[in-house]
């Protein structure tokens, strides 16, 4: 089955500088690669996604970007702000198929002021 | 529209109890899913639904039961509850596949003692 590693477990960075959170996956059938945010006692919230014919997707102050060839997507969220700390997880999916989706173990984003 | 909700949010069970978490969506969604949150291992797949009258098993089946009679319902049973199935349940749904944006409920807080 799909493995996804995850990188860092915990990252900090200064308001308004940028954070990237970089993921692995094992599946080279996967095509699908979501991000979502976990505020602390809610459930998970897609922010961004890409889809494997894709290389980079950006929405305001996020973006994601894929390598298919060595099977890494990473996310990239610019001039930080106290809201965006949470917990961020990436996700794998097979597309074709309905066997959910594979997460990484979450990055936790502490934005200090 | 509600989204996805889920009760209750938190529930106490000793060991060999049995007990239903309830999950409801009202988007029309056929694809839904259970995942299970565990510190430091991210979100794992327990049982998937691609429709009325189907289910199947995810990564964690073991001690799960589910069903799916309606579009819109798909709890999820618990037998006989056992120390391991401490954690937060959370139900998700999405218009087709697990390669749509998956949209979660807030969440169950089960303690099994």
């Known amino acids: 089955g799909e493995n996804v590693e995850q990188h860092p477990s915990t990252l900090s960075v200064q308001e308004g500088d940028s954070a990237v959170i970089k993921c692995t996956y094992s599946d080279s059938a996967s095509n699908y690669f979501p991000w979502y945010k976990q505020e602390l006692g809610k459930g998970p919230q897609l922010i961004i996604d890409i889809r494997s014919n894709v290389g980079e997707k950006k929405d305001q102050r996020i973006a994601v970007t894929l390598n298919k060839t060595a099977k890494h997507f990473s996310l990239h969220i610019t001039e930080t702000q106290p809201e965006d700390s949470a917990v961020y997880f990436c996700?794998?999916?097979?597309?074709?198929?309905?066997?959910?989706?594979?997460f990484g173990k979450g990055t936790h984003l502490i934005i200090q002021p | 529209n509600a989204g996805v909700t889920q009760t209750p949010k938190f529930q106490v069970l000793k060991t060999g109890q049995s007990m239903t978490l309830q999950c409801a969506q009202d988007m029309n969604h056929e694809y839904m899913s259970w995942y299970r949150q565990d510190p430091g291992m991210g979100l794992r797949l327990i049982h998937y639904?691609?429709?009325?009258?189907?289910?199947d098993q995810g990564e964690v089946p073991n001690g799960y039961n589910v069903s799916r009679s309606t579009t819109e319902d798909f709890p999820l049973r618990l037998l006989s509850a056992a120390p391991s199935q401490t954690s937060v349940y959370f139900c998700?749904?999405?218009?087709?596949?697990?390669?749509?944006?998956?949209?979660f409920g807030p969440g169950t807080r089960l303690t099994v003692l």
């Open positions: 998700a749904s999405s218009y087709s596949l697990s390669a749509d944006t998956q949209y």
């Open positions: 996700a794998a999916s097979n597309g074709g198929g309905a066997d959910g989706l594979t």
């Open positions: 639904s691609v429709g009325a009258g189907i289910t």
